[in-house]
């Protein structure tokens, strides 16, 4: 079954056929990679632009990740063949390509790595992967164990194939200097600056092995021949590899490996594998890594992980919730913290949220991320759609169209910092713009971000929504100018809402007026123009027309657009009501509350590209995570914990087979989202995208501390305020804060009102003068404790 | 054994694995398919711009057709699974996916259709596949066989993989109206101005059948299960498919149709497979192809291909030849002047090229082709990089490339159509230009383009190479704005010889002057600074440097440098002695002349990217069959004759199996390339680039006719010049020419000298005037006869 293992920092799953594309990944500031239980892989790195070194065999098109991943037998992959030389039998590891029933299995993913251990003809391989920390270099270990009673003659195969890197230059031949197989393409090309562009790339990819090979084989073909990667010809018959090479052919990276062990004896081999711009380098990496001492290396991977720690380890009823809290979901945050999703150009909205996830983490971090952006704003307050983290990049894809909600989220992650941190500070420092160098507070860019999302409105006085506003693709219905949106009216009420305390705080009062009064006339007017009767509608589209609402065939009704108006305040308890009934009965499933419904299935050309994707799939009503973690955080600010938690909880597919097999995807992280439409495709419903880029993750990660929980800093201390599910009798916390260690323990007095039953600080130097005050709203306030 | 069948009309491969990669190409208008013998395809059809309706199984590049096709198991292919239901056995038609030992194998390409027979378990499937010849679609044609004395009771399953057609929506159905799976798509966008754009796409991939399916699959997944492509889990143990969709899922259009024969009974099932725009499309195209009478489409289709019938229909000692020469080649030349090898923006010089081999079948289109070409040239006389065929085309690739050799080509050409036709009122025909809207006459813009060439030189008077010449990744010898090309010197001198008799018989007696007396110069100072001694350099370099040369230790000779120092004159009997000796030693290989030696194995920076590419492949030192007919011309006019031949021929490979298998192709195209680096990487020296795009098919048309028989149009008439090979004792010619067709026969009458032996007008009005002259120089002249 699968499981947690290692009090829950490893998750186990026992068999490769029930979630096949399953997948766990690894990463460092350089490179990614997305690895799946069968040996499958998605690598790529940063130079400055993500690049592979492993290739699908035809030319493939560059392109952002996409979600659910196909594989195919050819498909870039790690695999392990192992024969029984006296016998002639084989099986691969992890699985693929060989597909064979295994005696045993287990994919064991960690923080720091992925294992496997694989068993088959009283042979087992263990097989571990970690990255190195400061370079692009996967390091590889394999453990060969003869669990017989005799002595056996065994093949072990590593198979790394590279791929179709170049039409104009492609090859590889094993290195006997380097004892590695080195496979060397050109970058294809066609205008002469390009050539200047391209010649720190990394065109090398190779496979260094801490032991001589007995054989090896570097064309892909000549392995495979007509046997098939099932059963490639070259090891068929006992037949050893070839030691060919590959000449404008597909590499692959192919050694064959002899043991002759005893009874219950075993091996060790290591490989590196990875991409370099000379054999310097190869050799350089081989030293540093391949050849070092291994326990220093894990040492610094180790490290380079445990940062990778939230400000909260619980202790709930609920195992899988706690292993994942304390674990893996501050690892998901900090990832895109730290590598910002391995892309140059994050999109801002992106950026600024996966800034808010570390604030729990390394608040410095969010404060470098807000000045990084806010150096980019215009001196009209507007912040543009990417950031630019080098100086090559610039925007791409998506982010070379224009987006009307980027300020919105500079209020909501600074209210997060500011909330943790106390440091006021930050809004003093001063910054120029992108296109003016006056050097102005950050308090002042942020209040101009502000002044421009009051501005930038029709004659109702509606925000316009151009061509996207958090929903990127719903690029339509404002494109002609006039169109605006419903949930950005809510977002910009909402974020002034947030801003209002901190324009206070700093004595704004002006401010404080203008932009209260500004909240205050949005929310009349959302409820002017949006509500429909049981729920709001999602805009208004340039030809005047309300959409996602009751008369719509499609897109009936978008969960953002309720969830903002709770946020937002618009909306009153009946309003509330409604709402949610509404959601109840159009919007959830048992795979987590869909964002919109019934999902699209035509093109609505007054709405845009959102109506074209695959209904169910992604912004067009699937579970779109980041949109459900709104919505939970609207159920928080409302009160209703328990719904708030069903809706978190849903996001984690359980350990039961049965449902593994319908999402895809192992509990150690957030996808960005599952399958929707689960009253038009049932069959699919649930299913996971498998891309773990996502904004959900620091929303998450934000509910379980300052609303599950009940921990948000003030400017007086830490408040107490849980809202645990009725179900938990008690459950513990350890809560970091502004250096201070607090251990709080709950249980729940009565039905649905869970309560901190005792609160300590846990090593402080003081304790005499920690204070615990109930509140007049009978919260807790912890205050007086020794800060770090 | 390989073969031709069907007097050279098809040939016959009866083995899958001797060449695996080897394929035939069918095209029309507005499609291409490239369908190798077990299976894989590669279609492309024109929306304007190339577009696939089968895709790879990943997001793949939008790229030009790439030269050795990799090709892997789920490659997009055209499938059928055979199963015995009484044993469960099966196998698969052509021969992947399942790579079953056949029984029997025929891959038959013919010049219209593709057809197999594959024979096992006593059943036998006979394939035809042809294309629409005014719709984007393949008609497939499937006669299963019951060879045995018993009932069988079997399943035949077409799998025609669909592929990654898009990330924003992929699916696909059985739509039991149109008794067809089709495959449904969003082709992926971002900017919404590509929504407007994309409208008229056919979005849509369908296969419909002839008769209903007992069952069907849309999941590629669902189909192959864990058991894989060679063994799908969807027929393990007598299962039978699913009926299921393709919800975002990659699509598979798959059918079973269960068949029940009698003994030595068979039955005949047709398929449609192609791209639509909509369900109304796909109605029209099954009634207008698939239940329509199939006997009057054959014949349009046929009446199509015969268009691509040449001038000459030859017999002589050495079969494969005659049917190379009678079918395939002309076939060849047809595709390209037809169908301008699927692009919007052919490169200029490989469009004029394509238009000379029309010269040879169908005049007229030459002429438009020259017209078309004229009117995009500027008024300063240069020639545009590519010409653009329709309104939303733009210049792509290597067309962003300037390239010095364009003009080059128009006096070339136009000779060619000139010494045909006799059509001289085309140079009168008046046109504008690309950037001035006066009209002149195609004799003044060909001419200001001659001028063009003669201008754009240095201080020495070598003409600028810019970013490349023919040689297009030859991009770094004159980037800076100084590097010179040796091969241009000699081109513009000999375009300039072809253009001053022109210009002579208009009486333009300045121009003929100007002209003759630059070739003049040029041929001077193409042996003052490019003759090293033994052979010419290919160019110098920005930095002064003269390349390939004796002590360059890659790149050392130019097959190019040398072949059109021939034709343009500049060598003298001397120099062409030590030059032949030169690519003997160093360019000549069993599988024809390489371009250059030794093929460069690191990057020249002041050569450029032709350095970088794979040793042996394309312009770095392959078999360049381009620059090999240039040498085979350069050969027949200095009289060459029988290494010429020699030259020619082995751009052929034989049938014979171990030919086949290192060549990789059979005999029924010219690749444009095959391997070179022969004395660097013998491994893979002869294999073919499959690759069917080349100028080679023009120029070799014109050389068999117009040098090798020696039937070249003069004013006069038909002069009669062979240059047979010396093992040829006899050899015959019909000659089609201004309209009457003439019989003549050859002999050989001493050793290496042929002479023609007797011609006769056939079926003339009036054999009368015909009168054959034998001139001062011995050729024979025919004249007085009856034109069409």
């Known amino acids: 079954m699968a499981k947690f293992i290692e009090n829950g920092t490893r998750y186990h799953l ?14 460092n500031k350089k490179m990614m990679l997305h690895m799946n239980c069968r040996g499958f892989a998605v690598s790529q790195y940063m130079d400055p632009e993500p690049r592979k070194y492993a290739h699908v065999p035809n030319l493939a098109a560059q392109s952002f990740m996409q979600p659910e991943q196909p594989y195919f037998s050819h498909h870039p992959g790690r695999f392990f063949y192992l024969r029984d030389n006296q016998s002639g039998e084989m099986f691969s590891a992890p699985y693929e390509p060989m597909k064979v029933d295994l005696d045993r299995f287990a994919f064991e993913p960690g923080l720091a790595d992925i294992r496997w251990v694989v068993e088959k003809l009283d042979i087992e391989l263990s097989i571990r992967l970690n990255l190195a920390v400061d370079a692009v270099l996967e390091c590889w270990q394999v453990t060969v164990k003869n669990l017989s009673s005799q002595r056996r003659d065994i093949s072990l195969i590593p198979y790394f194939p590279v791929g179709y890197a170049s ?13 590695a197989i080195v496979c060397s393409s050109v970058t294809p090309y066609q205008k002469v600056t390009d050539y200047f562009k391209h010649q ?35 090891l068929q018959q006992g037949g050893n590899l ?53 326990e220093p290396q894990r040492q610094v991977c180790e490290a380079y992980f445990a940062q ?60 470098q991320a807000l000045l990084t952006a806010l150096k980019q704003q215009k001196f009209s307050g507007e912040m543009p759609d990417g950031i630019l983290l080098s100086e090559q990049a610039e925007l791409k894809y998506i982010n070379q169209v224009p987006h009307t909600d980027h300020p919105v989220w500079l209020a909501i992650v600074l209210n997060a910092y500011l909330q943790e941190t106390n440091d006021y500070s930050l809004l003093q420092v001063k910054l120029g713009w992108a296109d003016n160098s006056l050097e102005q507070s950050v308090f002042e860019h942020v209040s101009k971000a502000m002044q421009f999302l009051c501005e930038a409105k029709d004659e109702r006085g509606l925000p316009y929504i151009a061509q996207g506003d958090w929903c990127d693709p719903m690029n339509m219905v404002g494109y002609q100018g006039k169109g605006v949106s419903g ?45 429909d009767g049981a729920w709001y509608g999602r805009g208004i589209t340039d030809a005047g027309k309300l959409f996602g609402i009751s008369s719509d065939k499609e897109g009936r009704i978008f969960l953002n657009a309720q969830s903002w108006a709770l946020l937002c305040g618009a909306a009153n308890d009946e309003q509330k009501a409604q709402m949610l009934k509404a959601i109840d009965e159009q919007l959830d499933t048992p795979f987590g509350v869909m964002m919109s419904a019934p999902a699209f299935t035509e093109m609505r050309d007054d ?8 209904p169910g799939s992604a912004e067009n009503g699937s579970v779109y995570n980041h949109a459900a973690a709104f919505y939970a ?15 978190l909880r849903k996001m984690l597919p359980s350990n039961q087979n049965q449902e593994l097999k319908v999402r895809g995807q192992l509990p150690i992280y957030l996808p960005n989202y599952y399958r929707g439409a689960y009253y038009q495709y049932p069959r699919t419903a649930g299913r996971s995208s498998n891309l773990f880029n996502t904004g959900t993750c620091a929303w998450y990660y934000q509910l379980v501390v300052e609303q599950l929980f009940g921990l948000r800093g003030t400017p007086q201390g830490l408040l107490l305020s849980p809202q645990l599910p009725d179900d938990w009798p008690k459950a513990s916390v350890v809560r970091e804060f502004r250096g201070a260690v607090f251990s709080i323990e709950y249980q729940q007095v009565n039905a649905g009102r869970a309560q901190p039953l005792c609160a300590k600080q846990l090593m402080s130097a003081d304790e005499a003068k920690l204070t615990i005050t109930q509140q007049a709203d009978k919260q807790l306030l912890i205050s007086g404790f020794v800060t770090g």
Chains 1, 2 share one sequence.
């Open 200 to 234: 720190h790339f990394k065109d090398l990819t190779f496979l260094s092995a801490s032991r001589l090979p007995d054989f090896y084989e570097v064309s892909q073909q000549a392995f495979e021949g007509e046997g098939g990667l099932h059963n490639p010809s070259a």
């Open 167 to 179: 039409w104009m230059n492609m090859g590889g031949q094993y290195d006997a200097e380097l004892n």
């Open 242 to 294: 070839n030691n060919g090479e590959a000449h404008y052919e597909l590499p692959a990276a192919i050694m064959q490996f002899q043991y002759n062990l005893p009874a219950n004896g075993s091996d060790v081999l290591k490989l590196s594998f990875g991409p370099a711009k000379d054999k310097a380098e190869i050799k350089q990496l081989n030293q540093q890594y391949l050849y070092a001492d291994q």
């Open 487 to 531: 949930w950005l009216a809510e977002a910009i009420s909402y974020a002034l809402q947030l801003w209002v305390p901190i324009c206070e705080h700093l004595g704004e009062a002006a401010l404080v007026q203008t932009f209260s009064q500004h909240a205050e006339q949005l929310n009349q007017r959302i409820n002017q123009y949006f509500w």
């Open 14 to 27: 026992d068999d490769p056929c029930i979630a096949p594309n399953s997948a766990a990944y690894l990463w």
């Open 308 to 367: 990778a720690k939230g400000c909260i380890t619980i202790e709930t009823p609920d195992q899988q919730f706690n292993h994942f809290v304390n674990h893996w979901l501050p690892r998901q945050v900090f990832y895109h913290g730290d590598s910002q999703r391995l892309t140059t150009d994050p999109q801002t909205r992106n950026y600024l949220q996966d800034a808010m996830g570390m604030v729990y983490l390394k608040p410095e971090a969010c404060k």
């Open 633 to 647: 955080a609207s159920l928080y600010a409302s009160s209703e914990g328990q719904r708030a938690f069903d809706v």
């Open 607 to 614: 709405v845009g590209r959102v109506t074209q994707k695959w």
